[in-house]
C-alpha cells in the first residue's frame, strides 16, 4: 500500500479510453484505469529518471523551506541533523565489533588462545553502542517531535493565509481546491517536515552506506572465505531489488470507478442511515425495515465483490503476488550453507571461523542490500517530497479570478455618507460550469440614498444581483459602476468596506455567538456595547439570553468531544447535554439548542447591523437577500421598522419574494422573472399598469390576508 502512488502523467491529459496509453483491469465491482508504462516496470519505482529531472525546478523551495525553518528554530534543526547522522554511523560500528569477534574465534582456532581482555572490550563496546544507540534514538524523536510542531504551527498559518484569500470563483475552482488540499496537512506532520526528515534521512542512509562498505571492505581482506561468502549472501538478497509482484504498482497516472448500480446503491443505502440529516425522515417514515431489507439483499447479490476500491485491490494483489522468479529465491539463500558445509568437509579445524563468517556475512549483506533499497526508495521519495514543497508555497500565489483594482473608494467620504449611486449596464451573468444565463441584459439605476427592492420567484436571479454587486463574481458580459466608476477599477477592500451585505445562505461560524455578530465590523470585535447593540437591532437579544451560555454559546463547536462507551443514565458531560447510545462510541454528541430557523437568521442579521451601524467605517450601501425569509409576521415588521431606522441616507437593495412594507417606501421596485427585468417604477406606477404581474401578485397576496 505504501508503495501506490499517484503521480501526473507524460500526457497533457489522462483519458481511459485510450487503449493505447492506459490499460484497464477489473478490480471487484472497480473499473481501475492505470497508465502503460513497460521502461522499468521489474525495477523499483524509485528508479524512475524523470522524478530527478523534476528536482532541479524544485530544489529552490527546499533551500526557502530551510530558511524558513532555520528562522524557526535553527538550534533544533541542527541538533535533529546531528542526532539522525550520529544514529546512522551505528551499523558500521556494530559490523566493525562482529568483525573483531570474527578475529578473535580465528586466533581462538588457530593459536588456541583466547585474548580475554580484547573480548571484554568488544562485548562492552558492543553493550555501549547499543546504550548509545537508545539514548540518541530517544533524543532524536524528542527533538523531532518539538521541531515538528513548530514547523508545522508555521506553516498552519501560512495554509491558513492561503486559504483566507481566496474569492469565490477562484474557491470552486476544482482545481485551486486540488491546490489548496494537497498543502493542508493528513495527520500529525506537516508537508514541509515531512519533506525535510525525508532529506535528512536520505543523507543518514548515504552515510550509512558509506560506512558499511567500509568497514565490510576491511574485513572482506581479513576473513577466509570472506569474498565468496559475500558474493553469495549478497546473490540470496538482490532478488529484493525487484517487483515481483504481478502489476503490483500503479506507477504513474490512475484512475478508478464503478458502475455496478448495486453497489452504489448499497454505499447510498448506508450513508442514508449513518447521516444525522437524514435521521428525522428515517424514523418518521417508518423507513427502517424497508431499508434494511433493501440493503440485505443487495450484499447477498453482490458477494464478496461488495468492498470499497483499496480493499479490492489489495486482496487482488494478494492473490496475484506469485511470480516464477520468486522460484530462485529458495535455491540461492541456500548457497551460503552449501559452500559452508563443503568448507567445514574440507578443513573442519575452521568451521567455528566459516560459521561466524557466515553469520556475518549473512546478516551484513541483508542489512546493506535493505539499506540500498532504502536509499533508492528515499531518493524516489525526494522528488515527491520537494514538489509538495513547491506546491505549499506556490499555494500562497494562486492568482484570485477576481482582479483587484487599484482606484480608492471613495475619494471623499462625505459622498459615502449621503449613499453610493449604483448603476447595472447591460449586465449579463454565468455562473462558472453552467451553460444558462443567471441574468440578462439586466439595466437599471439607483440614485444615492434611495432604496431599491428587488422581487421575484425563488431562481430569478435577486440574489445574483447582490452577489456581483459586491463583486463577489464578476459580470459575464456588461459593467456595473458605483458613483459613476466601474466596479471593476476599485479597491476590492474599499468597495467591500463601504457596503454590508446578508445573504440569503447565510452561515453560522463555527465560533462563539459574540463572535459570529463581531465579525461583522472586525474593526470592533471587543466592542461589547456595540456587539449588544447589533444583536438588539438584529432582533437576537431575548434569545441570546435563554441559551445556555448567553453570547458564549457555539452553535456549532469546532472542537469535538472524545469518549468510550460511559455507564448508561449518563446524561452529562463536560457541562452539556449527553444522549448516551450502545453505538456511539468515539464520536460527539451533536449540540442541539432548539434554535428554529427564523432564530439562526436572526443572528445572521445581527452580524450584519454589527456592521451597517458604524458610522465609523463608512457604509454607504446596504444589501440585504431575503432576510425575513424565515421570520414570522410580527418579527418581519419588527426587523422592518430596525432596517428603516439604520437606513438614514444610505442607499439600501433589498430582495425578497414577499410583499412587505418596504416595497410601500421603495423608491424603485424591480420586478424580476427568469433572470430578467421585467417591470421597474415605484409601487405606486406599478400598480396603476393593469397588465402588470407585479400588481397581479400583489392583489394575490393582498388578498390572503383579507
Known sequence: ?????????????????????????????????????????????????????????????????????????????????????????????????????????????????????????????????????????????????????????????????????????????????????????KGQNAVAWVAITSIVQTGSTLLRLFSQTAVLTGVLWEQRDGLLLSVLSFASNSFTFFNLAYDGDMHGAWAATTRDNDFIRMEGLKQLVSRSKHRKEVVAGGLAECLTAEYSNLVDRLGDSASDFWS????????????????????????????????AVQQPSSIPVSLASLHLMQRTSGSFIHSVRLLLQQTGNVSGQLSALRKLYEAGNITNQVVDGTVPFPQNTQSIRDGICLEFRDVSFRYPGSEDYALRNISFRVAPGQLCVIIGSNGSGKSTILKLMARIYDPTEGTIFLDDQDIKVLRLADLRRAMAILFQDYTHFPLSIRENIALGDPTRMHDEAAIEEAARLGGASELIAHLPNGFDTYLERPVRDLFSGLPDGTTNLFGRKFDNGNLRTYVDTPIDHGLSGGQMQRLAVARTFMRSSSAEQGVGLLLFDEPS?????????????????????????????????????????????????????????????????????????AEAFL
Request: glycine share 4%.
Open 1 to 185: 500500500m505504501s508503495r501506490l502512488r499517484s503521480k501526473k502523467g507524460k500526457g497533457a491529459n489522462f483519458v481511459p479510453q485510450n487503449g493505447a496509453l492506459v490499460e484497464h483491469r477489473k478490480v471487484g465491482v472497480w473499473d481501475l484505469y492505470v497508465e502503460r508504462d513497460a521502461v522499468l516496470s521489474y525495477f523499483p519505482t524509485s528508479w524512475r529518471i524523470e522524478e530527478y529531472a523534476e528536482l532541479l525546478n524544485d530544489i529552490p523551495y527546499l533551500w526557502r523551506t530551510l530558511r524558513d525553518v532555520a528562522t524557526l528554530a535553527w538550534p533544533l534543526l541542527l541538533l535533529y541533523v546531528a542526532l539522525t547522522l550520529m544514529i546512522s554511523l551505528v551499523p558500521a560500528l556494530n559490523l566493525w565489533f562482529s568483525a573483531q569477534l570474527v578475529n578473535i574465534v580465528q586466533v581462538a582456532v588457530d593459536q588456541r588462545v583466547v585474548d580475554t581482555n580484547l573480548l571484554i572490550q568488544i562485548a562492552g563496546g558492543r553493550v555501549l553502542c547499543a546504550a548509545v544507540e537508545n539514548l540518541l534514538s530517544s533524543a532524536s524523536r524528542k527533538v523531532s517531535i518539538a521541531l515538528n510542531w513548530r514547523i508545522r504551527r508555521f506553516y498552519s498559518a501560512h495554509i491558513f493565509r492561503s486559504m483566507a484569500r481566496l474569492d469565490v470563483p477562484t474557491w470552486d475552482d476544482p482545481v485551486a481546491s486540488a491546490q489548496i488540499e494537497a498543502v493542508v496537512p
Open 312 to 343: 479490492a485491490y489489495m486482496s487482488r494483489q494478494s492473490d496475484r503476488s506469485f511470480h516464477p522468479v520468486r522460484l530462485l529465491r529458495l535455491p540461492l539463500s541456500e548457497l551460503p550453507q552449501i559452500v559452508f558445509t563443503l568448507r
Open 629 to 701: 425569509a424565515s421570520l414570522d409576521p410580527t418579527a418581519e415588521h419588527d426587523l422592518f421598522s430596525r432596517l428603516r431606522e439604520l437606513r438614514g441616507n444610505k442607499t439600501m437593495i433589498f430582495s425578497t419574494h414577499r410583499f412587505g412594507n418596504l416595497t410601500r417606501h421603495a423608491d424603485l421596485i424591480l420586478y424580476m422573472n427568469n433572470s430578467v427585468i421585467v417591470e421597474a417604477g415605484t409601487h405606486e406606477d406599478l400598480l396603476k399598469v393593469e397588465s402588470s404581474d407585479y400588481a397581479r401578485l400583489w392583489r394575490i397576496q
